[in-house]
């Protein structure tokens, strides 16, 4: 494979997350209109489950064994369980622009976290990416 | 006052997820040292099942079924892995500010199926928001760049 050929092919696999995601954040309003978050919840997680299934087989069944990166798996699936669950209620009282923009601003967190944790320094345009989502939610909340 | 309490209905479930994956962001790191990508997305998909199955017989009187709901709630699921295996992909032979950036552009398919489908009205002042956030995404993004030069 060229390299031209490779460039391409990502900005493809590229547009690919950008229209999953985009539909995967759209998707549980529709369903919502018909049965409560929970539900939703259970279906999603049902969706997630049947996709990981190919994912088992590409693998051959040879999933790692790792003791602390499951149990790291195990914990990062906990907080996917919190945060599911708070954007179904959250999208049936809210507008998908209002729920969809703020949440997806959450990078903010993690620069403060590591800021914070990890002593990393912030720098001009990230002072400024914060302000700009300060604003945009008090936007979107007004 | 109607202002307020309509924020007050929405606003605590919208700052848990800003939170939770503000977290979450943080933890792939740890667990790729020890975990590959399609492991991840393996266990994950097994353990979320788990879990939601025990908070929602234990926590609710089971699931409601209707078929538009169980279609588009399943479809969700397998959008958000699907989602994350081209992200991985893409990460696999393009450059991750590249790929970074053109991912997080997803709340603009969001919006604009919000609006063709649902007939959702997008008023001036949460488009401005919108376009702020998508910003903030953008400048986030490139300094993440910068700073791995």
Avoid at chain 1, 17 to 37: E, H, N, R, T, Y
Avoid at chain 2, 48 to 60: I, S
Avoid at chain 2, 80 to 103: C, D, E, H, K, M
Wanted: hydrophobic share 60%; glycine share 8%; proline share 4%.
């Amino acid at each position: 494979m060229t390299k031209e050929q490779s460039d391409h092919k990502w900005v493809l696999f590229a547009i690919g997350a950008l229209l999953s995601w985009g539909i995967w954040a759209f998707l549980p309003k529709v369903a919502l209109q018909s049965i409560p978050p929970h539900s939703v919840l259970f279906y999603e997680s049902l969706g997630g489950f049947i996709a990981a299934v190919p994912v088992f087989v590409l693998l051959r069944g040879k999933v790692g064994r790792d003791r602390r990166g499951i149990s790291l798996a195990f914990f990062a699936t906990v907080l996917l369980l919190i945060a599911s669950f708070a954007f179904l209620l959250a999208l049936k009282s809210a507008p998908v622009v209002v729920v969809v923009t703020i949440t997806s601003l959450y990078p903010i967190i993690t620069l403060l976290l590591a800021r914070f944790f990890l002593k990393e320094k912030i720098n001009r345009q990230q002072i400024l990416a914060c302000l700009c989502a300060l604003a945009a939610i008090y936007l979107l909340a007004g | 006052m109607r202002g307020f309490m309509a924020i007050e209905l929405w606003f605590f479930p919208v700052m848990t997820v800003f939170l939770s994956w503000g977290v979450m962001a943080f933890l792939p790191k740890l667990i790729l040292k020890t975990l590959s990508p399609l492991d991840i997305i393996v266990y994950q998909g097994v353990l979320f099942l788990a879990m939601v199955c025990l908070v929602v017989f234990f926590f609710f009187d089971g699931v409601e079924w209707t078929r538009e709901g169980a279609l588009f709630g399943i479809a969700t699921g397998m959008m958000g892995t699907l989602g994350q295996y081209f992200n991985l992909r893409a990460l696999r032979v393009g450059p991750v500010s590249g790929v970074v950036l053109i991912a997080s552009l997803y709340p603009g398919v969001a919006v604009l199926l919000a609006y063709l489908v649902l007939g959702e009205p997008v008023t001036l002042r949460q488009f401005a928001g919108f376009v702020l956030g998508l910003t903030a995404i953008v400048l986030l993004v490139r300094a993440d760049d910068k700073r791995a030069v």
